[in-house]
Nanobody, 125 residues
Framework: QVQLVESGGGLVQAGGSLRLSCAASGRTFSNYATGWFRQASGNEREFGAAITRYGDNTYYANYVKGRFAISRDNAKNMVYLQMNSLKADDTAAYYC??????????????????WGKGTLVTVSS
């Protein structure tokens, strides 16, 4: 089992920045690719960013490219999402996910092994 706990959400003005954190516990963290997803009210969950087990490759949805950056620190069992130039449309609950397979994280979220409970980001315009 892997437990994931997100933090860092909150209220921010449009154009501002936030850094989300995801703390992992349980099994060896470096065995898992991780990702960030979001779900706005009334919308389906959507992929945001993913990072391979050792951080050598990152992947982004088009809507976050150039604005968000995913990173990880395996020594601390942490994954981060730096979010810059935030827009009102970025308002959503953000979820951390972990799975041994980066392809699953990127393309098959319904099959991802572990999810956090989310942290809410609200961007005011």
């Amino acid at each position: 089992q892997v437990q994931l706990v997100e933090s860092g959400g909150g209220l921010v003005q449009a154009g501002g920045s936030l850094r989300l954190s995801c703390a992992a516990s349980g099994r060896t963290f470096s065995n898992y690719a991780t990702g960030w997803f979001r779900q706005a009210s009334g919308n389906e969950r959507e992929f945001g960013a993913a990072i391979t087990r050792y951080g050598d490759n990152t992947y982004y949805a088009n809507y976050v490219k150039g604005r968000f950056a995913i990173s990880r620190d395996n020594a601390k069992n942490m994954v981060y999402l730096q979010m810059n130039s935030l827009k009102a449309d970025d308002t959503a609950a953000y979820y951390c996910a972990a799975d041994p397979n980066i392809i699953t994280v990127r393309l098959r979220p319904d099959a991802v092994d572990y999810w956090g409970k989310g942290t809410l980001v609200t961007v005011s315009s």
